[in-house]
């Protein structure tokens, strides 16, 4: 049975503002490879929930790599998945809140 995944306001907005600086900063192409890779991996995770590592920080959230510079944080609540964040991992990690 795959979970329902539920995305939070700052996720979604976290995820916008990485699809326009693609856009911006890329390609239109690149930008669409990127929420293809994020559908793939959220379709993923729906199935296997737990996959993702725990936080050192709070053991109810996890969090599963997108790609290199991008790391999705989520935590599992009744049989829901509700993303929390997507950190770039270039910025000072002090910034992270779920790690």
Excluded: C
């Excluded at 790391?71 to 609540?77: A, D, N, P, S």
């Amino acid at each position: 049975m795959a979970f329902e995944v539920i995305w939070t306001t700052l996720a979604e907005e976290d995820f916008q503002k990485v699809i326009g600086y693609l856009q911006t900063k890329w390609s239109e192409d690149i930008a669409s490879a990127f929420v293809n890779k994020v559908q793939r991996r959220i379709e993923r995770l729906s199935t296997f929930p737990f996959s993702g590592l725990g936080s050192k920080k709070d053991k109810s959230i996890r969090s599963i790599v997108l790609t290199k510079h991008n790391r999705l944080y989520y935590r599992i609540k009744n049989e829901k998945i509700e993303v929390l964040n997507i950190f770039d991992t270039r910025q000072n990690p002090e910034k992270n809140s779920y790690e």
